[in-house]
Protein backbone atom coordinates (compact mmCIF):
# COMPACT_ATOMS: atom_id res chain seq x y z
CA UNK A 1 0.00 0.00 0.00
CA UNK A 2 1.50 3.31 -1.09
CA UNK A 3 1.33 6.43 1.36
CA UNK A 4 -1.48 7.77 -1.17
CA UNK A 5 -3.69 4.91 -0.96
CA UNK A 6 -3.33 4.96 3.06
CA UNK A 7 -3.74 8.69 3.14
CA UNK A 8 -7.10 8.87 1.29
CA UNK A 9 -8.76 5.65 3.16
CA UNK A 10 -7.81 6.97 6.31
CA UNK A 11 -9.29 10.44 5.54
CA UNK A 12 -12.76 8.98 4.77
CA UNK A 13 -12.45 7.09 7.87
CA UNK A 14 -11.27 10.40 10.25
CA UNK A 15 -14.18 12.43 8.42
CA UNK A 16 -16.40 10.13 9.74
CA UNK A 17 -15.46 9.89 13.41
CA UNK A 18 -14.91 13.62 13.67
CA UNK A 19 -18.46 14.20 12.16
CA UNK A 20 -20.02 11.34 14.57
CA UNK A 21 -18.69 12.74 17.50
CA UNK A 22 -19.75 16.01 17.05
CA UNK A 23 -22.99 14.75 16.56
CA UNK A 24 -22.79 12.53 19.43
CA UNK A 25 -23.39 9.63 17.66
CA UNK A 26 -20.20 8.13 18.60
CA UNK A 27 -18.20 8.40 22.19
CA UNK A 28 -14.57 9.99 22.52
CA UNK A 29 -13.38 6.75 23.26
CA UNK A 30 -13.72 5.37 19.70
CA UNK A 31 -12.51 8.61 18.30
CA UNK A 32 -9.08 7.71 20.68
CA UNK A 33 -9.45 4.19 19.31
CA UNK A 34 -8.83 5.01 15.97
CA UNK A 35 -6.43 7.20 16.53
CA UNK A 36 -4.21 4.33 17.61
CA UNK A 37 -5.13 1.88 15.32
CA UNK A 38 -3.93 4.17 12.64
CA UNK A 39 -0.29 4.68 14.36
CA UNK A 40 -0.09 1.08 14.25
CA UNK A 41 -1.30 0.64 10.73
CA UNK A 42 0.80 3.43 9.33
CA UNK A 43 4.07 2.28 11.28
CA UNK A 44 3.10 -1.13 9.22
CA UNK A 45 3.32 0.71 6.33
CA UNK A 46 6.80 0.35 3.98
CA UNK A 47 8.81 2.64 2.89
CA UNK A 48 6.39 5.44 3.79
CA UNK A 49 9.22 8.00 4.44
CA UNK A 50 10.40 7.70 1.19
CA UNK A 51 7.32 8.54 -0.33
CA UNK A 52 6.18 12.30 -1.21
CA UNK A 53 3.59 14.37 0.96
CA UNK A 54 0.51 15.50 -0.45
CA UNK A 55 -1.65 18.48 1.01
CA UNK A 56 -3.88 16.25 1.90
CA UNK A 57 -1.41 13.82 3.56
CA UNK A 58 -0.48 16.94 5.62
CA UNK A 59 -4.34 18.25 6.58
CA UNK A 60 -4.92 14.21 8.04
CA UNK A 61 -2.07 14.23 10.05
CA UNK A 62 -2.98 17.93 11.46
CA UNK A 63 -6.66 16.59 12.24
CA UNK A 64 -5.74 13.65 13.66
CA UNK A 65 -2.93 15.27 15.82
CA UNK A 66 -5.45 17.77 17.00
CA UNK A 67 -8.57 15.39 17.92
CA UNK A 68 -5.99 13.53 19.62
CA UNK A 69 -4.39 16.47 21.82
CA UNK A 70 -7.54 18.05 22.24
CA UNK A 71 -9.61 17.41 25.34
CA UNK A 72 -12.97 15.79 24.62
CA UNK A 73 -14.83 18.59 25.79
CA UNK A 74 -12.54 21.73 23.99
CA UNK A 75 -13.30 19.19 20.86
CA UNK A 76 -17.17 19.96 21.30
CA UNK A 77 -17.54 23.44 22.87
CA UNK A 78 -14.62 25.58 21.50
CA UNK A 79 -16.50 27.19 18.45
CA UNK A 80 -13.23 28.33 17.16
CA UNK A 81 -11.51 25.24 17.24
CA UNK A 82 -14.39 23.74 15.82
CA UNK A 83 -14.19 26.16 13.17
CA UNK A 84 -10.87 25.21 12.32
CA UNK A 85 -11.44 21.42 12.25
CA UNK A 86 -14.27 21.39 10.68
CA UNK A 87 -11.90 22.85 7.65
CA UNK A 88 -9.84 20.65 7.82
CA UNK A 89 -12.84 17.51 7.58
CA UNK A 90 -14.50 19.76 4.55
CA UNK A 91 -11.13 19.75 2.90
CA UNK A 92 -10.19 16.10 3.57
CA UNK A 93 -14.21 15.58 1.79
CA UNK A 94 -13.07 17.29 -1.03
CA UNK A 95 -15.79 20.02 -0.15
CA UNK A 96 -13.36 23.05 0.69
CA UNK A 97 -10.39 24.29 0.57
CA UNK A 98 -6.81 24.31 2.33
CA UNK A 99 -6.72 24.89 5.67
CA UNK A 100 -4.39 28.05 6.40
CA UNK A 101 -3.16 26.99 9.83
CA UNK A 102 -2.51 23.80 9.25
CA UNK A 103 0.99 22.13 10.23
CA UNK A 104 0.70 18.64 10.01
CA UNK A 105 3.73 16.48 9.68
CA UNK A 106 4.10 12.45 9.56
CA UNK A 107 4.68 10.70 12.97
Known sequence: M??????NLKAKQ????????????IPYREVDLYFWD????WHQLRDRNKQPFSAKER???HLLHQVH???EQKLL??????SELQTCVDYLEG????PLDCIGIRP
Do not use: K
Open 2 to 7: TVQVFI
Open 14 to 25: LSYFVRAYWDRR
Open 38 to 41: TMEE
Open 59 to 61: VFW
Open 69 to 71: FWS
Open 77 to 82: DDPFLR
Open 95 to 98: DGQY
